[in-house]
T-cell receptor
Framework: GAVVSQHPSRVICKSGTSVKIECRSL??????MFWYRQFPKQSLMLMAT?????????EQGVEKDKFLINHASLTLSTLTVTSAHPEDSSFYIC??????????????FGPGTRLTVT | SQKIEQNSEALNIQEGKTATLTCNYT??????LQWYRQDPGRGPVFLLL?????KEKRKERLKVTFDTTLKQSLFHITASQPADSATYLC??????????FGAGTRLFVKA
């Protein structure tokens, strides 16, 4: 149980284009989903928190117009990197948690998406 | 600001020995603390959660301690195996359901 998937696992795009990354909770309803990015040998840095049906809350320093987050349903959140640049190349990871029950304190992560902008 | 420190140096141990990883935190009093395993190129996998009123928690070969006075958690893997080689992350939940992570400690278990 508590499986989170991400698609695609790897993507290479040209500078200036936009890329959409999907995050799905496969066997539970995720009231809250999180998006992180991780640079090599560094910790996960929280980018934004999204709750189903409402606008995402972005961390300080994260451009909301550049990283568009949509949490359209209890099982799907998307992150769109708009007008991507090489400095956006990173490992993007989503996670999901429920509001209650046995999973409430545990955060389940997707396998990550490696974005390379050329 | 809240800060989590994990030993950035890799830990190398021999198979069968006990690995002990340390997590220290400052400027916060978390209600619970979590440990995750992360393999290269993969997302973290939840291992254990320990609450502030729990001194110790075990799961198979894993043991976690939580000392809220020292603001420290220790993560032990007994009878370690090469398959245990990975990066282990310590995490705390701050207000508003946000989680902050340490940078992780890389563990290498030699056969």
């Amino acid at each position: 149980g508590a499986v989170v998937s991400q698609h695609p696992s790897r993507v290479i795009c040209k500078s200036g284009t936009s890329v959409k990354i999907e995050c799905r909770s496969l066997d539970f309803q995720a009231t809250t989903m999180f998006w992180y990015r991780q640079f090599p040998k560094q910790s996960l840095m929280l980018m934004a928190t999204s709750n189903e049906g409402s606008k995402a809350t972005y961390e300080q320093g994260v451009e909301k117009d550049k990283f568009l987050i949509n949490h359209a349903s209890l099982t799907l959140s998307t992150l769109t990197v708009t007008s991507a640049h090489p400095e956006d190349s990173s490992f993007y990871i989503c996670s999901a948690k429920t509001a209650g029950g046995t999973l409430s304190y545990e955060q389940y992560f997707g396998p990550g998406t490696r974005l390379t902008v050329t | 600001s809240q800060k989590i420190e994990q030993n950035s140096e890799a830990l190398n141990i021999q198979e069968g020995k006990t690995a002990t990883l340390t997590c220290n935190y400052t400027n916060y009093s978390p209600a619970y603390l979590q440990w995750y395993r992360q393999d290269p190129g993969r997302g973290p996998v939840f291992l254990l959660l320990i609450r502030e009123n729990e001194k110790e928690k075990r799961k198979e070969r894993l043991k976690v301690t939580f000392d809220t006075t020292l603001k420290q958690s220790l993560f032990h893997i007994t009878a370690s195996q090469p398959a245990d080689s990975a990066t282990y992350l310590c995490a705390l939940e701050t207000g508003g359901f946000k989680t902050i992570f340490g940078a992780g400690t890389r563990l290498f278990v030699k056969a």
